[in-house]
Nanobody, 125 residues
């Protein structure tokens, strides 16, 4: 089973940028489709972005499309989420997740079997 660790969160002003990282270990990284989700206080965990196993297919939620870029480096076993033009509504814990649906771009939480512990992103106005 793959293990995941997120990093790169922090406090940023509105309009700023962050790059989140998700480091994977324990299994062949390219065999997994990967996703980013986020959970704001008192709210459900929502889909943010997904990328397939070899990184040539990507999807985004309407809330971040045009402001976010997901990528992965299978040689380094890392996935990234570049977020630009951040808004206070982007404040949440960001989680990365892995699915055995290597070629899919699932937005469903239930399709992901491995999760990281999350990294906090706080955007101040």
């Amino acid at each position: 089973q793959v293990q995941l660790v997120e990093s790169g969160g922090g406090l940023v002003q509105a309009g700023g940028s962050l790059r989140l990282s998700c480091a994977a270990s324990g299994s062949t990284f390219s065999n997994y489709g990967m996703g980013w989700f986020r959970q704001a206080p008192g709210k459900e965990r929502d889909f943010v972005s997904a990328i397939n196993g070899n990184g040539d297919l990507k999807s985004y939620s309407p809330a971040v499309k045009g402001r976010a870029t997901v990528s992965r480096d299978n040689a380094k076993n890392v996935m990234y989420l570049q977020m630009n033009d951040l808004d206070p509504e982007d404040t949440a814990i960001y989680f990365c997740a892995a699915t055995e649906q290597r070629w899919g771009l699932s937005a469903r939480l239930s399709d992901y079997g491995a999760w990281g512990q999350g990294t906090q992103v706080t955007v101040s106005s």
